[in-house]
């Protein structure tokens, strides 16, 4: 797998605004920016910075159609794992239901290894 350059309009100016301030004043660890622009019912982009993460970078890839994922396939839960594994929350907690039932806060716990 490659890592690869990707020109996004939008997210060029968004992300600087986000992270340059808290950057520009000496923070070393700025928020997390957690962005999923849309939804397909195959694949999904989700753009992800701060937090501690390792940036700029593309993982998995699509068809030439962006109809199927061809490559590391992975669904919302890694990208949480991820997070939460950044924020000190253990994946594996369990909360309880309304009917007194564990429950784990995400089924899948592996967070995505590219990113920390």
């Known amino acids: 797998m490659t890592t690869k ?3 996004c309009a939008g997210w060029a100016f968004f992300i600087p605004s986000r992270l340059n301030p808290a950057q520009s004043h000496g923070a070393t660890d700025v928020p997390h920016i957690l962005w999923k ?3 397909w019912p195959n694949v999904m982009r989700v753009l992800m910075a701060g937090g501690g993460l390792k940036t700029g ?4 890839e ?9 490559e590391r396939k992975m669904d919302l839960q890694h990208v949480f794992a991820a997070v939460y594994r ?5 994946a594996a ?3 309880m239901d309304p009917n007194g039932r564990p429950q784990y806060l995400l089924d899948r716990r592996e ?3 590219e990113l920390i």
């Open 5 to 7: 350059n990707v020109r």
């Open 37 to 39: 622009p849309e939804h």
């Open 57 to 60: 970078q593309v993982i998995g």
């Open 62 to 70: 699509t068809d030439r159609l962006a109809q199927e994922a061809t």
């Open 86 to 90: 950044q924020l000190g929350i253990d």
């Open 93 to 95: 907690t369990t909360l």
């Open 111 to 113: 967070p995505i290894p």
